[in-house]
């Protein structure tokens, strides 16, 4: 029993032109067998701030409730939402704390910073933090989902086309992966706006 | 997935059936060949030819159905040069017996063996890992079959039509590929009609 490939995931995030996009897949297993097909793995923090979590299912959820309770407490302190990079470092420092008993959860954080710059970083599931310019990538399909995004990936894309590369990435990737699919939810956050699509793909 | 499992053996986590109706059989199969959570292959063909007459839906171990398929291709050829006539199905399937279970320790694959000729007309024989040989109406196979039992119970009746027969395997493949991680492609089908020809989808 591979505890990672107990439920299926993938998701990705990549940086545009003013502009990000975090993207997952929808299925839900237990192992082979698939259980829902609409599963969410991505939360809105605030409006400007997402996180997308692959890995255990339970283990996500629970970390993203504590990750709510813990923005919402600072959000009543400092009477302001948490910059990208400050909320990756509580995600790190919450994942570290069970060091030796972990989450077994692979965030992707996305969001955009001061003066709506975009932020992306990915880590490890006991808090390790890997920050990117281009694209971070996580779940059971991230090999491929590497190999996707390094191929179609340019700087600078404008929301529709950054739509779309991370739409097709996302989409052949999952292909390749037994435990991933079922459609895709792509979240592309502008300054002024966030547009939300589901994806249809293979149903298999 | 880590190097383990792209390293590691491929298997055919598969949905395979077989449905006989009024004159004939029709087979049909996923076309996903996995290694670990890899999918190695997305359009895969798990129905191999034994002869004109005789067809296999494969699951299980990729490497274990192939060389059974080529084995009986072999023994089978030389029993119908010998025979000097078109082998039967009933014989095609326990070529296929014999081999599953003499070998039983070593194999782990799942077979069903299906086809058409003129003594009994269109035969379903299901060869389960361990070598058991059934003979039934229909046949569902691989890691997919488990999420169909109640579908045929209900879907499933005697006395077919080929059309009818033809549309029930298509639905039944791509219910298990929904639901089923290890099943996925396309929906492949063959109908053997008689020893004449075969139709290929």
Sequence with gaps: LQIFEYNGSAVVAMVGKNCF??????????????????????????????????????????????LVFRHKLYELREERNMKPETFASLVSSILYEKRFGPYFCQPVIAGLGDDDKPFICTMDSIGAKELAKDFVVSGTASESLYGACESMFKPDMEPDE????????????VDRDCLSGWGGHVYVVTPTEVTERILKGRMD | ITMDDLNAPHSMGTTIIGVSYDGGVVLGADSRTSTGVYVANRASDKITELTDNVYVCRSGSAADSQIVS?????????????????????????????????????LQTGLIVGGWDKYEGGKIYSIPLGGTILEQPFAIGGSGSSYLYGFFDQA?????????????????????IARDGASGGVVRTITVPNDRYVRFF
Excluded: C
């Design chain 1, 21 to 66: 996009a975090i993207a997952s897949d929808r299925r839900l297993g237990v192992q082979l067998q698939t259980i829902s097909t609409d599963f969410q793995k991505i939360y809105t923090i605030h409006d400007k701030l997402f996180i997308g979590l692959s890995g255990l299912a339970t283990d996500a959820q629970t970390l993203y409730q504590r």
């Design chain 1, 162 to 173: 950054l739509f779309e590369t991370i739409s097709q990435a996302l989409l052949s990737s």
């Design chain 2, 70 to 106: 080529d084995y009986v291709r072999l023994y089978l050829h030389q029993h119908i040069i010998q025979l000097g006539q078109p082998a039967t199905v009933k014989s095609a399937a326990n070529v296929v017996r014999l081999l599953s279970y003499g070998n039983k320790n070593f």
């Design chain 2, 156 to 176: 499933w009746k005697e006395g077919m039509t080929r059309e009818e027969a033809e549309k029930l395997v298509v639905k039944a493949v791509s219910l298990a």
